[in-house]
């Protein structure tokens, strides 16, 4: 009788009780006090803990001072995460890195672009130094003065300390899962950005760019549970059988483009069991390693007319992606299927779509002119290889490890197209295994 009952009035129905257990904020500090963007520019951060480490709730903290000594203000460009181009996570024991992820920051921010709403927007502003709520983006991050500061309030100081979530996939699997108790001493390593892209400066006259860190830390909730029969059954499982968890990760190609028009071929060889979906982002020329351009947080696909990915003989999707009209060159004209792939590529493990309120027409469709606080662009050449849209399925990407064809991206451009980089971001599926013997390996 009482499984025909509404759920409101089954009052025999309750959650499950917690097992004993304490749980503590924990701090893990970089291994040198200060880092440099033009020297000491690789960050480490050792860590490990006598519990369960919550790194779905983490977040890296640090003080970024600037160190420009004339001219304006310099800008975050997009939030912290601009200051990072590599993040790698090595495991005490094990051979290899078990994550690597380049052009970091780049990803990094259109995924926040893609993935963020105003609430995401006020969070970020006052947390990883990103611009002020707004629906429409402005990559102009938190703004730092020149060395010495200027009294006045903190937009006016030459520092400010902020912290960010890490997006390795390794930190943060599809279920939010703990990392394992007995899990041995990792190492989180960041390579900081060069100044002249990480930071927009209001001013062409600023000299001595750069930009230095401190008080790197990264923190975590560590649990220890207070059952021994909990902990007895745990123990057991560790020293009998492997220790896994999932997430997505992300790898990098690397590409050059030329300007003008012609239909154009790149490399990309991603072999991955799980290919969940692949992001190709043009970067022009122009704006790189320019101190006064937006070059990390802005792409654009002026220019492209029409785009296919192939993967051995196999072209995804079915039929090329148009994107804007030959003739007309009229922006913003067909550009539906190539913003349905993009959302769909970008959606967290099993979403539909991305959640997004920052990336609308002007974004996609903009000319990447790399100044602020003008429109930055966002528009992407992107594919959704995902069979299912379940959340409690993994392993739902393409299987491109069983061939050795190799796979690209194919584009049409016409005369407006841009010299400069393509970064191809390949999505996979990626499990972390923890063996009895303690080593940590990667399957993919």
């Known amino acids: 009788m009482e499984s025909s009952l509404p759920l409101s009035m089954r009052y025999a129905v309750t959650g499950a009780d917690g097992i004993p257990s304490r749980t503590r904020l924990s701090r893990f500090d970089a291994t040198s006090s200060e880092y440099s963007a033009n020297s000491n520019n690789q960050i480490l951060i050792p860590c490990s803990a006598d519990g369960f480490i919550s790194s779905a709730e983490s977040y890296l903290f640090m003080r970024v001072e600037s160190e420009h000594d004339t001219g304006g203000v310099a800008h975050l460009e997009g939030d912290l995460s601009c200051l990072i181009d590599k993040i790698e996570i090595q495991v005490q024991g094990s051979s290899g890195k078990v994550e690597t992820i380049d052009n970091y920051n780049t990803y990094s921010l259109l995924d926040s672009r893609y993935n963020a709403d105003l609430s995401d927007s006020t969070y970020n502003q006052i947390v990883a130094g990103s611009h002020a709520p707004a629906l429409t983006y402005n990559p102009k991050g938190h703004g730092l003065q020149k060395t010495g500061g200027v009294a006045g309030p903190p937009a006016l100081a030459d520092n400010a300390i902020f912290a960010v979530k890490l997006k390795a996939g390794f930190l943060n699997s599809y279920y939010d899962k703990a990392l394992p108790m007995g899990l041995p001493q990792f190492t989180i390593m960041l390579t900081l950005a060069s100044a002249t892209d990480a930071l927009i400066n209001d001013s062409a006259g600023s000299t001595n760019i750069n930009y230095k860190v401190s008080q790197v830390r990264w923190y975590a909730p560590v649990f220890q549970i207070l059952d021994e029969n909990v902990m007895g059954a745990?123990?057991?499982?560790?020293?009998?059988?492997?220790?896994?968890?999932?997430?997505?990760?992300?790898?990098?190609?690397?590409?050059?483009?030329?300007?003008?028009?012609?239909?154009?071929?790149?490399?990309?060889?991603?072999?991955?069991?799980?290919?969940?979906?692949?992001?190709?982002?043009?970067?022009?020329?122009?704006?790189?390693?320019?101190?006064?351009?937006?070059?990390?947080?802005?792409?654009?696909?002026?220019?492209?007319?029409?785009?296919?990915?192939?993967?051995?003989?196999?072209?995804?999707?079915?039929?090329?992606?148009?994107?804007?009209?030959?003739?007309?060159?009229?922006?913003?004209?067909?550009?539906?299927?190539a913003y349905i792939e993009a959302v769909k590529t970008f959606a967290k493990h099993g979403k539909m779509g991305a959640k997004n309120t920052q990336v609308d027409r002007a974004a996609f469709v903009a000319n990447e002119t790399g100044d602020a606080p003008a429109v930055s662009g966002a528009g992407v050449l992107a594919i959704n290889l995902k069979r299912y849209t379940d959340d409690r399925l993994v392993n739902v990407g393409l299987n491109t490890a069983g061939s050795g064809a190799p796979s690209t991206l194919e584009v049409n451009f016409d005369g407006t197209a841009v010299a400069g980089q393509v970064n191809t971001f390949c999505l996979y599926d990626c499990v972390w295994i923890m063996n009895p013997n303690g080593l940590v390996e990667r399957s993919f």
């Open 234 to 337: 745990y123990t057991r499982q560790i020293q009998s059988s492997p220790t896994m968890w999932i997430g997505q990760s992300v790898s990098t190609v690397v590409n050059t483009t030329a300007a003008g028009a012609a239909r154009r071929t790149y490399q990309l060889n991603a072999s991955y069991k799980s290919l969940n979906g692949m992001v190709s982002v043009i970067r022009n020329n122009t704006n790189l390693n320019n101190k006064e351009k937006v070059s990390i947080a802005n792409s654009t696909i002026i220019g492209a007319t029409e785009f296919l990915y192939r993967i051995g003989s196999v072209q995804y999707p079915q039929d090329a992606i148009d994107i804007l009209s030959v003739q007309t060159q009229t922006a913003g004209f067909n550009l539906s299927r």
